[in-house]
């Protein structure tokens, strides 16, 4: 029977009974409209969202003990991890039942343990009577702390779990008067509902934080719009890929955040998503707020419960990086194709050349020490990855051969240069034949010939001229070539082609003679760290 | 155009060599000898290669697309404006050729002389018929 109910049978009743109990049942009516209002207070404190945890609980506690007459009273709460029974509010107990009856878990010898194990109401009426506290040291506890009858009433939420529990307790024997478990139960709900919803809001706040500090410490950028093209929200990261602060992109339209140009760029892929479809890009983005960067993006549908697509949650990754490498490394390979080409079609020239009018292991021989001599300038130009050779380093390779081989006397002397590779290809070639023809009929033929090579720059470093000699002496007396062999027309060539330069050969007796000028443009030369 | 002749019988043209690699140039001008032909330059700068078109009697051209790391498109226009045939000789292939250019003739690097020789026939056939 519920609590209004009963009040209308007593009221029905009322109306052939003696004073007294007329008396009686207007307390009575009085006792239970000050139960009802000490209800409402609690139920108020409980809802405000200003009451504090502690002291919910506390009302609900006092309300317990006002309307079942009780001296003492506690609520604990489940411990969920541990299965047991914690002491959250208590009014009237000491020390020794606090620590006792700390912890208590399902079953144990105190009337909220049988309580918590049948998920029911357990009232003790006499506790030196109970078959619960029956030789347990728990009731030399409860008979310390003045205890002789308690009942303990489970807070269960609407889904049927045990939350925690109400205990009232009475210094003296204890029948629940009609009624008063009825209110129990209205304030347990009361409780229940509570302890309910303070723990839906913590897992609705600890989700919140944990979505914060999620989306705040990813390095994508996120955002949520709306179908009608405003941010509904945005991470810092995105924030930080727009350019612009993260209070300036919520509840903006997303053309005023990332400019007209960069919204249509994104337009037709809005659309996509807006039709209910996951669309995935990799766009060129011309933000408003700063200069263009490659992003890679995940469009996701928004939808709500009714499966109406509201917006579009977005992904978005800065692959600027990505795209640079990918682009440097096409660069890269096209840069490499383009160099073997090149270097095939030297070779080709190189056996054209060597293999017309000359015949058998003498342009055999030539042909494989010209490729070998192209091969070490590619040795050299690599070790600076293509950027430069040494001027010094480029003649001392080419010279050095003929110095081991018969100590022949070589003098190099100049200031040190970095010059261009295609420069040093050409002049590695061009010293190679200058070499090779002093070792067959020049000065390196013969025992006490000499080669000086010297070097030196006229005029400003930056426009001025290099000036390089080749001096053959002691050697075999010099006869001008009759044929304009192909070893002098790469010399001459190197220089007037690819050096833009003068060369001048002069077939002295007492040697041969190479002058060779270069003019030095800025691009083409570096000094040498 | 100062030759006649067409097809296999084309010869005695004055070909600008535009080629910045000295073996390279040195080979092409070998083989257009070798084809009869005589040989301008070879230039290997921009500035030089544009006062060639401006000044001195030229059939046709053999540009290397990449000259000291400028393009060599100047040049392509120079000639274009004057109605000189021309050939792109580059190691790039015909991705590397700007788009505007990319119906002309290429050849290759490293290419034959008879591919030379019919990249030549092509380009004066070409010319000949506009």
């Known amino acids: 029977m519920g609590y209004h109910q009963r009040m209308m049978v007593m009221v029905q009743d009322s109306s052939d009974m003696g004073e007294e109990t007329r008396q009686c049942l207007e307390e009575r009516i009085a006792a239970d409209q000050r139960a009802m209002t000490r209800l409402l207070e609690v139920g108020h404190l409980c809802v405000r969202a200003d009451s504090r945890f502690e002291d919910c609980l506390a009302g609900i506690l006092e309300a317990a003990i006002a309307l079942t007459g009780a001296d003492k009273g506690n609520i604990q709460l489940l411990d969920v991890a541990s299965g047991s029974l914690v002491l959250a509010a208590q009014r009237g107990f000491d020390k020794p039942f606090l620590s006792f009856f700390a912890n208590v878990r399902p079953g144990e010898a105190a009337t909220c343990g049988a309580a918590l194990k049948t998920a029911k109401r357990i009232v003790v009426e006499d506790v030196r009577q109970s078959e619960i506290f029956e030789g347990q040291p728990a009731l030399d506890v409860l008979i310390e702390a003045g205890v002789r009858a308690v009942y303990s009433t489970p807070l269960i939420s609407s889904a049927g779990e045990i939350l925690g529990m109400l205990s009232t307790h009475f210094d003296t024997l204890h029948r629940p008067r009609e009624g008063e478990l009825q209110l129990t139960d209205l304030l347990a709900r009361q409780a229940a509902d509570y302890l309910e919803r303070k723990r839906a809001e913590e897992a609705l706040r600890s989700l919140a934080t944990e979505l914060r500090q999620t989306t705040h410490t990813l390095a994508t950028g996120l955002t949520h719009c709306s179908r009608d093209l405003r941010y509904v929200w945005a991470n810092p990261a995105y924030a930080e890929l727009a350019g612009v602060p993260l209070e300036h992109i919520v509840g903006r339209p997303i053309v005023d955040v990332m400019g007209e140009e960069a919204f249509e760029t994104i337009r037709p892929y809005i659309d996509r998503v807006l039709k209910g479809e996951r669309v995935e890009y990799e766009a060129e983005l011309p933000w408003s707020a700063h200069s263009p960067n490659w992003i890679h993006v995940v469009y996701a549908p928004y939808e709500e419960h009714d499966a109406s697509i509201s917006g579009w949650v977005a992904s978005v990754t800065d692959i600027s990086e990505r795209k640079r490498a990918e682009q440097r490394q096409q660069l890269l390979l096209s840069e490499l194709n383009h160099r073997v080409k090149n270097t095939l079609a030297t070779v080709q020239s190189i056996a054209v050349h060597t293999l017309t009018g000359s015949s058998g292991m003498d342009s055999r021989e030539s042909f494989e020490a010209r490729l070998i001599a192209l091969s070490r300038t590619h040795d050299l130009l690599a070790r600076t990855s293509w950027e430069g050779a040494s001027l010094r380093e480029l003649l001392l390779q080419e010279l050095d051969p003929f110095r081991s081989a018969d100590g022949a006397p070589l003098t190099v002397e100049g200031p040190d240069f970095e010059i261009w590779p295609k420069t040093a290809l050409a002049l590695g070639l061009a010293l190679h034949e200058l070499a090779t023809n002093a070792a067959k009929h020049g000065a390196l033929s013969t025992v006490g010939g000499k080669v000086c090579v010297t070097w030196d720059i006229s005029g400003p470093l930056e426009e001025g001229t290099l000036r390089l000699k080749w001096r053959e002496s002691g050697g075999p007396p010099v006869k001008k070539a009759e044929r304009r062999g192909f070893g002098l027309t790469v010399i001459e060539r190197s220089l007037s082609l690819e050096l833009d330069g003068r060369v001048e050969l002069d077939f002295a007796p007492t040697g041969l003679v190479c002058e060779m000028e270069i003019p030095l443009r800025n691009a083409e030369r570096r000094h040498v760290g | ?130």
């Open chain 2, 1 to 130: 155009m100062s030759a006649e002749q067409r097809g296999d019988s084309l010869c005695g043209l004055r070909v600008l060599l535009v080629e910045d690699e000295m073996m390279v140039a040195l080979l092409l001008e070998t083989m257009l000898t070798d084809l009869g032909h005589q040989v301008a330059g070879p230039v290997a700068r921009l500035e030089k290669g544009l006062e060639m078109v401006e000044r001195e009697a030229i059939d046709l051209a053999v540009l290397d697309v990449n000259i000291n790391g400028r393009d060599v498109y100047p040049i392509a226009a120079a000639l274009e404006a004057r109605g000189i045939p021309f050939i792109f000789a580059t190691g790039y292939g015909s991705a590397g050729l700007h788009p505007a250019y990319c119906d002309r003739p290429i050849l290759q690097k490293p290419y034959r002389s008879d591919e030379l020789k019919a990249a030549i026939g092509r380009v004066c056939d070409r010319s000949r018929s506009r």
